[in-house]
């Protein structure tokens, strides 16, 4: 079962280009995987190849309908998620970040106000050192690769600094985030989202 749900959590969450990616992140072997895939599948997640995109992706996602949380019980489970960067797994971290801000759809008038304000505080700025705007932009980024403007520098800096880079992932050091590059005609470099001062989307898409 913790096999099944992390290949879950794995292909919602990012691109991989092959069977041997996958099979070599998740650490099993290619006929576990397809074994995997077939009982995910009886249970209406399914993920195939798709040689247009020459990627994996995700056809069935089922949803499931949270009911009955209390309040308290929806602010523990920010407090929760708060904690995941010190597990280092990025996309663990996002994932249940999401599906926090998906069950405050679902709560009424002043609530959904007040989850939000919470997990904006203690889980976005907090945990991974930015607004979730600028974290979910920064996800948007990667995924579609596509070229960033950012505007960089450590709080009372004089002056920020400004890159264009190409990125490449969100990963955790010692718990806090940083945004994996490489510099358009440079090397590669980390940048802590906690000193971004500014993410700028280009229409330019990062070379292969």
Do not use: N, W
């Not at 249940?96 to 609530?111: C, E, F, H, M, N």
């Amino acid at each position: 079962m913790s096999r099944l749900m992390r290949l879950m959590i794995e292909f919602a969450g990012r691109e991989f280009r092959s069977a041997e990616d996958l099979y070599i992140s998740l650490g099993v072997s290619r006929s576990q995987l397809y074994r995997d895939k077939a009982d995910l599948e009886k249970m209406g997640f399914a993920f195939t190849f798709h040689r247009d995109r020459r990627a994996f992706t995700v056809e069935e996602d089922p949803g499931v309908k949270v009911e009955g949380l209390t309040l308290s019980e929806i602010l523990a489970l920010i407090m929760a998620v708060g904690r995941l960067p010190e597990t280092g797994d990025f996309t663990l971290a996002y994932r249940a970040l999401t599906g926090l801000k998906k069950i405050t759809v679902d709560q009424p008038g002043p609530v959904s106000s007040f989850v939000l304000a919470a997990i904006q505080d203690v889980v976005a700025r907090e945990s991974y050192g930015c607004r979730l705007e600028t974290l979910e932009s920064l996800v948007e980024a990667v995924s579609e690769k596509r070229r960033l403007h950012l505007v960089y520098g450590r709080p009372g800096a004089a002056r920020p600094r400004r890159f264009s880079v190409d990125p490449k992932r969100l990963v955790f050091r010692a718990s806090r985030l940083y945004l994996e590059t490489d510099e358009v005609g440079g090397k590669r470099r980390l940048f802590r989202t906690a000193y971004l001062r500014e993410v700028i989307p280009t229409p330019f898409l990062s070379p292969d």
